[in-house]
Each structure stands twice: as C-alpha cells, then as structure tokens.
C-alpha cells in the first residue's frame, strides 16, 4: 500500500481527531473540521467583534446577515469585510507586513520610523466606529483601509500636503470572478488608490493580461499592475490564504453545515459550554498551528 500524506489534527493525547489527504486538502476541496481547528477563533473575533454577524440572543449565538437567493454573492460580500479586518490586524500586529501595505497604500517604500508611527484601520470595521467614528462608513467607495497616526492625522499619499491631500488607503475586493465583478470600474479608473485582489480562482494574471491589452490600445488607460492593480497574495501571501480558510467556514457557516458556536468549539474532547462561557471572560487563546501535521 502506498503511503499517503495527510493533513491532521490531533487532540491533546495525541490521537488523530480529523484528517485528509493533502492532496485534496491542497486542490481547495479542505475538510471543514480541519480549518475550523485552525482558523475559526480567529473568523468568529471577526464576525462577532469586528462585523457583528455573528450575535449573542436568547443565550446562543445567531448569524445575523442578509442572504441573497445566490448564497455565493453573500459569502463574497462577507469575505470582503473579513479580509480587511485581516489585513488590519495583521498591519497592526507586525510592522513589516505593516511597511508593505503602507507602502503600497502610499505609492512609494516608507522608512520603518514611519511607519510605527501609523497603524491602520478599517473603514468598515466596528472598532473604528467605536475610536474613530467619523472614519466609519461601511460603503465608502474608496477605501476600506487607510491608516491613522497617533495625533489622528490620516496617512497621505506620496506628493500630498494636509491643505489639499489625497488620503493613502486600500480597496479590497474578493471574488471567484473578478472580470464581472470589477473589471469595468479598473478599465474606467473608477479607484484613485490601489484595488488589491483576492482571487479565489486565480484570475488575477487574466486580469492583469486584458488590462495590459486594453492599454497598449487606448493611451487614456494608465492602470499599472502591482500599483493600481494589485495581487493580494503577492503582497502577503499568509493573508491571502488566511481568507481563502475564512470563506471555506463563512460558506459552512451560510449553509447550515456549521453553527456559531462551532467556530469556538475546536477541540473535539472538550466542555464546550466551558469554551463558550470563557469568551465573556479572558476570551480564547488562538488554536496553536503545531496542532495541525503532516504525517504518513
């Protein structure tokens, strides 16, 4: 028999809970259980403190958002909210990935004395409601990352002054087909900062290729990849597959074949009720990535 490698999770005596071939894992068909061990803290501190979809009523926890009649349109609005509040978090907890987002947001390469100086936020994000209200809009239709200094001063783009200044950020989009969802607002420069991608099906080079066409042949289409156009996962590629993890729950979650709680309830030999209890209190600790192997 030949051996196989598998993608694991094992509990505390070590016994193996959950398991997949890696193969299968790594053609985008992932075991539910499998990501949920790893990453569904951290979706449901998303969804529950940075989007509140997620809701605690009636002593459960209830998924609170609008599903349209094509469930897949709802799950890529949801997974939009999410990968900002990922790349927030993540420029906040890491001033190098912070440097490159920045940078990107600014047009130009930040010293690293600068950039501690700013830490991003989400415009659509309820703890920027709660700090900074009036950079609080859920459909802004330029930004939904910009970045806030101590003295709550924005970021500004290379060249900018505070008199008359074009403010730097980030629109994210995330989508399994971007040429319908966006492209046509690319081609009409609709962004006056830079769109980054999340391509779950790996149409970003196409993209890229057909806006490289459209601008060798029309001299008023000045969109420049890697600038205006840009790949989320060559930027930070750890986002980029955190999101990917993130919509594999969020369409679990849609579709009934997860709850809430589950999201929180991870260890398969634990007292879940005392799992759900501790995020009233210290909260939970992120599920330790050693806990997933790779064995034969």
């Avoid at 989400?122 to 990352?145: A, E, H, W």
């Avoid at 399994?176 to 900062?193: H, P, R, S, T």
């Amino acid at each position: 028999m030949d051996n196989t490698m598998i993608v694991a999770v094992i509990n505390g005596n070590g016994k193996i809970i959950h398991s997949q071939p890696l193969e299968m894992f790594l053609r985008g068909n992932r075991s539910i259980p499998i990501i949920n061990y790893y990453t569904g803290q951290k979706l449901f501190d998303i969804l529950f403190d940075e989007l509140g979809i997620i809701r605690y009523e009636d002593n459960k926890f209830a998924l609170k958002t609008i599903i349209e009649m094509n469930v897949n349109n709802s799950v890529m609005k949801i997974a939009g909210k999410v990968a900002e509040a990922v790349i927030v978090r993540r420029c906040n907890n890491d001033n190098e990935i912070n440097k490159k987002w920045l940078s990107l947001a600014r047009r130009q390469t930040i010293r690293s004395k600068t950039v501690e100086k700013f830490h991003a936020i989400g415009t659509g994000l309820l703890s920027t409601k709660q700090k900074f209200p009036t950079r609080y809009d859920v459909s802004n239709p330029q930004r939904d990352i910009m970045w806030i200094d101590n003295d709550r001063k924005t970021a500004l783009v290379k060249g900018s002054s505070y008199c008359a200044g074009l403010e730097a950020g980030l629109q994210i989009k995330v989508s399994k087909d971007g040429k319908a969802y966006f492209f046509n607002d690319l081609v009409k420069m609709k962004y006056e900062i830079p769109v980054v991608y999340f391509d779950i099906c790996n149409d970003f080079d196409s993209i890229a290729n057909d806006l490289y066409k459209l601008r060798n042949r029309n001299a008023g289409i000045s969109i420049n990849i890697g600038e205006d156009f840009v790949s989320a996962r060559a930027v930070d590629y750890n986002a980029y597959q955190e999101v990917l993890y993130h919509i594999d729950l969020i369409d679990a979650l849609i579709n009934g074949k997860i709850t809430p709680e589950q999201l929180i309830d991870t260890a398969a030999s634990s007292d879940s009720s005392s799992l759900k209890n501790a995020i009233f209190s210290a909260g939970l600790s992120q599920i330790d990535f050693n806990n997933i192997i790779l064995g034969s």
